[in-house]
């Protein structure tokens, strides 16, 4: 079946970049999806991008797709203590049901 | 804006109790979903429901039933609640010609 993986952890400094990868195997993946999860809070859409897109860039967010390797990205600049959460890549291909990987605690050190 | 509320943020029952989760959406989505979240594990869905009194397996249902009486309202019972059932539960719905997921806050259900 389709998986989504991710590293747990990331650390970074206040003010410099984030960068969360995932690779997904699922090639019929049409939509992929980055979330956001604030501590006790659900599960917020933070982007999206469909897989004929190489990049897609919203404000402090950008999105990288390379398809070819089934490699997704969100970097995240200037990254600010408010960005600590974990952070959830999701794809969806010809299932209905979106398959969500396994998070990444963003910790973004003062 | 898009609300899904959940009944409870936080639960403590015993093991054996009956014990009912309630989702409510108010945008009239056709989708439901219920999800637990478990550290390094991630989300893992148990049930969701395409419309009115349809239902379908997710990937770990066992212990888990649902209900969906009314399109508004999803609800997740655990017929005899156990300790491996602690988890934060995670409600979601979706409209069918859209690709978001909108979730609910969570209900942390610990069972001692």
């Known amino acids: 079946g389709e998986d989504v993986e991710q590293s747990l952890f990331l650390s970074v400094r206040e003010g410099d970049s984030s960068v969360i990868n995932c690779t997904y195997t699922?090639?019929?993946?049409?939509?992929l999806y980055w979330y956001k999860q604030e501590p006790g809070a659900g599960l917020q859409l933070l982007t999206y991008?469909?897989?004929?897109?190489d990049m897609k860039q919203d404000q402090r967010l950008t999105v990288l797709l390379n398809k070819k390797d089934k490699h997704l990205s969100l970097r995240i600049a200037d990254t600010q203590t408010g960005d600590s959460a974990i952070y959830f890549c999701?794809?969806?291909?010809?299932?209905?049901?979106?398959?969500f990987g396994r998070g990444t605690s963003l910790i973004v050190h003062p | 804006d898009v609300k899904v509320t959940q009944s409870s943020r936080y639960l403590v029952k015993r093991t054996g109790e009956k014990v009912f989760l309630e989702c409510v959406q108010d945008?009239?989505?056709?989708?439901m979903f219920w999800y637990r979240q478990d550290p390094g594990l991630g989300l893992r869905l148990i049930y969701f429901?395409?419309?009115?009194?349809?239902?379908e397996k997710g990937d770990i249902p066992e212990g888990y039933s649902v209900s969906r009486e009314k399109k508004e309202r999803f609800s997740l019972i655990l017929e005899s609640a156990s300790t491996n059932q602690t988890s934060m539960y995670l409600c979601?719905?979706?409209?069918?010609?859209?690709?978001?997921?909108?979730f609910g806050p969570g209900t942390r259900l610990t069972v001692l």
């Open positions: 945008m009239d989505h056709e989708n």
């Open positions: 991008i469909f897989s004929n897109m």
């Open positions: 429901s395409y419309d009115v009194k349809m239902k």
């Open positions: 999701a794809e969806r291909g010809g299932s209905y049901i979106p398959t």
């Open positions: 979601a719905s979706r409209r069918d010609d859209t690709d978001t997921q909108y």
């Open positions: 699922d090639s019929s993946s049409t939509y």
